[in-house]
């Protein structure tokens, strides 16, 4: 059972570079969520989608941008990498009526130098 | 003010010591409630639902007090594999995008 599925797990990139995160889920999950955690922090939201073809801004929308063309898919693209944005990087889904409870992917390590 | 609060810790107890966390939320319409556990550089998993009536499941106790607004987990007989950092999340009903995570309490059980 795979759950949330994410890619790359890891990645360097340099300053100025662009990159697209994939996040697949295979729980038939109406919402999906795009979370980044800094060493020592909590998570902070990015994006969310509550459906297919919907996305929402989160806590800290600026410099990245996604997209939810499939409902088992929520892509996070960054356009223009900053150092800024060196995180870890969770996907997540849940569904609506259980509680909302929230399942992980398992991260995707991106250091930009 | 942050909308869910969680002393950061660390707590360091030794084995089989029993350990209490509190997390205290503002928001008075939140319907759900979970404690996640996360490990060093992996992701949160779900440890347990929180109910009204507080809920056990085996060591963990958690536990609701709406009108103080602040949710508990309590470990008893503490292991060395409950090292962990945990993340209380409140939830307002099927709203997505309002599930608020705490930063998280860091425990380090020590032999």
């Known amino acids: 059972n795979a759950g949330v599925t994410q890619t790359p797990k890891f990645r360097v990139l340099k300053t100025g570079q662009s990159m697209t995160l994939l996040c697949a889920q295979d729980?038939?999950?109406?919402?999906m969520y795009w979370y980044r955690q800094d060493p020592g922090m909590g998570l902070r939201l990015i994006h969310y989608?509550?459906?297919?073809?919907?996305?929402a801004k989160g806590e800290v929308p600026d410099g990245y941008n996604v997209s939810r063309l499939k409902k088992q898919n929520f892509l996070l693209g960054l356009e223009s990498a900053a150092p800024s944005q060196t995180s870890v990087y969770f996907c997540?889904?849940?569904?609506?009526?259980?509680?909302?409870?929230?399942?992980f992917g398992e991260g995707s390590w991106l250091t930009v130098v | 003010r942050k909308e869910v609060e969680q002393d950061p810790g660390p707590f360091n107890v030794p084995e089989g010591a029993t350990v209490a966390f509190n997390c205290t939320y503002s928001?008075?319409?939140?319907?759900?409630f979970f404690w996640y556990r996360q490990d060093c550089r992996k992701e949160p998993k779900l440890l347990m639902s929180?109910?009204?009536s507080g809920n056990e499941d085996g060591r963990f106790t958690a536990q609701l007090n709406r009108a103080s607004q602040y949710i508990s987990l309590l470990i008893r007989d503490s292991k060395l594999s409950d090292s962990a950092t945990y993340l209380c999340?409140?939830?307002?009903?099927?709203?997505?995008?309002?599930?608020?995570f705490g930063d998280g309490t860091t425990l380090t059980v020590k032999p």
């Open positions: 999340v409140v939830n307002e009903r099927n709203n997505a995008g309002k599930s608020t």
């Open positions: 928001n008075s319409a939140s319907q759900s």
């Open positions: 997540a889904s849940s569904r609506p009526g259980s509680g909302n409870t929230i399942y």
């Open positions: 729980m038939n999950h109406e919402y």
């Open positions: 989608s509550v459906g297919e073809g919907t996305t």
């Open positions: 929180v109910y009204s």
